[in-house]
């Protein structure tokens, strides 16, 4: 099946590239692509590179209009309307995405990775592939797992430098349980709240504070609402490409292969803007007047200590043969 793709891939490529596009069974095509955050993201910066990528390899007859800040809505929002057909497609969260297909909440898992190297190696690998198959028969279609980050604690009560510094602190968290419950284990207050609204949440204290990766606190201007910063890496995000499966299942092949192909590009683009983003952000953010905490080795272990007791309820949740497949894989990955 992957091998199909990559050819109905490459097949597209070569007609778009010596122009006979026009050959091929595509039809002009308009796809609303809604997103969360702002077009100046790392995030809107990838639409941009797919929505591109489409235009050409269709030849100009599939139109992508990118509609970025949460227009269209929050994730879960916009899931439902990828569902009902209503959106064509978005990306987002795949946090958002647990109470549709609950093998999702695998990448909620705090420190599952060690690094970018190891993400993409499950994602891209059989696991990702596995998980990305169970939002089939819930209405929708994924196409590429896109970088979301590492995931950072920002507040503005006090420095985060140990553990029951987040007694009480009231934390926003993605809709989901996983993190629900993290946040909970380890003594903050924790509020799902979407993120489209998190800006506001913070800047008139509803919350405290919020966890996301580097990228994310500059591009959402967080540090205008948030004076602390502490360095966790508690969890690395994926974003997810998705397609309305009821669109999707309208499409030729040719539409299809376009689709996918534009997907795999873009996210290639997307995770190394992300990384040269991420690695010159967090000095950014500094003088942006934010305090950034780094944790002590002993402390880092003690948070991770905690925040890795819901493992257990994360490998019930998405299946014990998932959990150990998942073991497996990374055990194979690290090897090499
Ligand atoms: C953007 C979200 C965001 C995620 C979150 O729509 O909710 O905190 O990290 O990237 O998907």
Redesign the pocket.
Same mark, same amino acid.
């Given at each position: 099946m992957k091998l199909k793709k990559l050819f109905a891939a490459i097949g597209l490529t070569l007609l778009a590239s010596s122009g006979i596009a026009q050959a091929a069974d595509i039809k002009p095509r308009l796809i609303r692509f809604g997103?969360?955050?702002v077009e100046q993201s790392n995030q809107g910066r990838a639409v941009k590179v797919f929505a591109d990528e489409v235009d050409k390899l269709s030849g100009g007859k599939m139109k992508v209009r990118a509609i970025g800040a949460?227009a269209l809505g929050s994730?879960t929002q916009m899931q439902q309307a990828l569902i009902g057909g209503a959106q064509e497609m978005m990306v987002? +969260?795949t946090a &958002?995405l647990v109470g549709i297909a609950k093998e999702m909440a695998l990448w909620d898992t705090p420190f599952l990775v060690n690094n970018v190297k190891e993400a993409d190696a499950l994602l891209d690998g059989p696991v990702g592939a596995k998980v990305n198959a169970k939002l089939d028969d819930k209405g929708m279609v994924g196409l590429a797992y896109w970088e979301?980050g590492f995931r950072n604690l920002t507040n503005n009560k006090r420095p985060v430098a140990k553990l029951e510094d987040l007694d009480g602190v009231k934390l926003r968290v993605?809709q989901n349980n996983v993190f629900l419950d993290s946040f909970k284990t380890l003594g903050a207050n924790a509020v799902p709240l979407p993120?489209s609204e998190l800006f506001t949440a913070l800047e008139t204290k509803t919350v405290d504070g919020q966890e996301?990766p580097y990228n &994310?606190i500059l591009s959402s201007k967080f540090y205008e609402v948030q004076k602390y910063l502490t360095v966790t890496n508690h969890v690395y +995000?994926p974003?997810i490409v998705t397609v309305s499966k009821k669109w999707w299942d309208t499409l030729s092949k040719d539409e299809q292969a376009v689709l996918r192909a534009a997907a795999i590009k873009s996210r290639d683009f997307e995770r190394k803007d992300t990384r040269d983003e991420a690695a010159k952000a967090l000095a950014e953010l500094k003088t942006k007047g934010m305090q950034i905490n780094e944790l002590s080795p002993a402390e880092a272990a003690r948070m991770r200590g905690k925040l890795t007791q819901v493992n257990a309820s994360i490998a019930t949740n998405v299946g014990m043969d998932l959990w150990n497949e998942t073991q497996a894989e990374l055990a194979k990955i690290r090897s090499k």
């Open positions: 997103y969360g955050l949460a994730d987002g +969260s &958002t979301n993605m993120f996301n &994310t +995000s974003w």
